[in-house]
T-cell receptor, first 112, second 118 residues
Framework: AQSVTQLGSHVSVSEGALVLLRCNYSSSVPPYLFWYVQYPNQGLQLLLKYTTGATLVKGINGFEAEFKKSETSFHLTKPSAHMSDAAEYFCAVSNSGYALNFGKGTSLLVTP | ETGVTQTPRHLVMGMTNKKSLKCEQHLGHNAMYWYKQSAKKPLELMFVYSLEERVENNSVPSRFSPECPNSSHLFLHLHTLQPEDSALYLC?????????????????FGPGTRLTVL
């Protein structure tokens, strides 16, 4: 069975600062990894995903994540936070089936 | 309309009521999903339909009954719910099945129905 752990249920950064949201996964087979974002009163939106190939994945809104097999990690980063990045972020893992296993989420607060 | 739509957006019901949640996707996808999002818990996958056949049912109580009449529509019928069923219910769709494997599919989510059971 696969699972993900998101370290830190709340992260606060200043506008313009680096954003780092942590995700570690557990999987007995090569995983497919996803980051989704949820803005208030909205559904989830895909930021980026890793399936195979290049381990550094670039997504929308300036976000990127790096798959590190040796560390079983898939941390999400953005060089410079904007106020509009404030949202809930979810890491998820799947294998070849339909099920996406989500982490508990990290709430990102961006302060002026 | 585009994407995935859900109605109603908010629903309050008593424990003896019967109600239905509706989801419609306008993306031409073949797979649809119901998730439950509760406070401080990970999203829980409830049901998956692929080509209108149920392919996953994650030990969901029988008071939740899904229906997928065609690849564009998905319903969740609710009856005799409990207060702990209060949550945000999210619908999603994805391209699957396909040669790339369902696990790589991007799931597109609707805005959800906020359900309160009194």
């Amino acid at each position: 069975a696969q699972s993900v752990t998101q370290l830190g249920s709340h992260v606060s950064v200043s506008e313009g600062a680096l954003v780092l949201l942590r995700c570690n996964y557990s999987s007995s087979v090569p995983p497919y990894l996803f980051w989704y974002v949820q803005y208030p009163n909205q559904g989830l939106q895909l930021l980026l995903k890793y399936t195979t190939g290049a381990t550094l994945v670039k997504g929308i809104n300036g976000f990127e994540a790096e798959f590190k097999k040796s560390e079983t990690s898939f941390h999400l980063t953005k060089p410079s936070a904007h106020m509009s990045d404030a949202a809930e972020y979810f890491c998820a893992v799947s294998n070849s089936g339909y099920a996406l296993n989500f982490g508990k989420g990290t709430s990102l607060l961006v302060t002026p | 309309e585009t994407g995935v739509t859900q109605t109603p957006r908010h629903l309050v019901m008593g424990m003896t009521n019967k109600k239905s949640l509706k989801c419609e996707q306008h993306l031409g996808h073949n797979a649809m999903y119901w998730y439950k999002q509760s406070a401080k818990k990970p999203l829980e996958l409830m049901f998956v339909y692929s080509l209108e056949e149920r392919v996953e049912n994650n030990s969901v109580p029988s008071r939740f009954s899904p229906e997928c009449p065609n690849s564009s529509h998905l319903f969740l019928h609710l009856h005799t719910l409990q207060p702990e069923d209060s949550a945000l219910y999210l619908c999603a769709s994805s391209q699957g099945p396909g040669t790339s494997g369902a696990g790589t599919d991007t799931q597109y989510f609707g805005p959800g129905t906020r359900l309160t059971v009194l």
